[in-house]
């Protein structure tokens, strides 16, 4: 990251200028009760409320960030709740992330796609990735929304996510406006699982949220969906068998 940027998100936090609620992201407090339970990672925590979270929770919880005011923030709060969240100042894009380490991984919006893989190695077998972040509306234009990032790049085009984590086991997948803060935002949404065969452990996995089907521009999968997606060669394959055959008895 560079210097300016650095000095654009400590001024944004001591002068005020961005205040996400305490509020944690609706999408981990619903999947909070179907997920697993022990270390967790929150990547570019900010001021701390999905960290805080964690920790309320009982995960034993280290949050990374760079700026040096949002963690002050997170340690205050950590302070005033009896919590404890580690946190670590360090620039994720020349971060050296522990590998096979992590129950559980949040991103809330924070986009950093050279970061993907390095994620996937933290986790653990069985660990689980939560994901989500702006996207591009279906036109590839910008819909405008407070706090989110002007420039497209900075933004999830349609279908991203889900290429960026392709080697995981999808349980929930959506890109579409969400109600958050009051606004519908187009957010891409992610919970995926790191198995150690995923297609083979994707095929059992049952979504045990229910995918918001509201909205436009949604691709709503869950791991059933994936799962047939993903063995979508296999079964073709078996179909021509299945016609030549037939044709052969007749
Ligand atoms: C939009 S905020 C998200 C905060 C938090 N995840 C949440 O949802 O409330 C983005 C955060 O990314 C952090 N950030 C940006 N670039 C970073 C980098 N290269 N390394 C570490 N943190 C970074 C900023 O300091 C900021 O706190």
Known sequence: MSRAELEKWETR???GEFTPNDRPSALLAEWLPHLPRGRALDVACGP???ALFLARHGYTV?????SSAALEMVRRKATEEHLSVNCIQADLDVFAS???TYDLIVVNFYLNRVLAPKLVGALKTGGVLLFEH????DAGTV???RDAPTDPQLRLKPGELRSLFRGLCILHYSEGPVLKDGELVPLAQLV???EVA???ACRNAVPTCRPDLSGFNRLSANGVFASLRQDGGQLTALAIFIGVALKYWA
């Open 198 to 200: 995923p297609r083979r």
């Open 134 to 137: 702006h996207g591009l509306s």
């Open 98 to 100: 522990p590998f096979d």
């Open 192 to 194: 995926a699982r790191k």
């Open 62 to 66: 280290d949050a990374i960030d760079i």
């Open 48 to 50: 701390g409320r999905n």
């Open 143 to 145: 819909p405008m929304n």
């Open 13 to 15: 936090y001591t002068a």
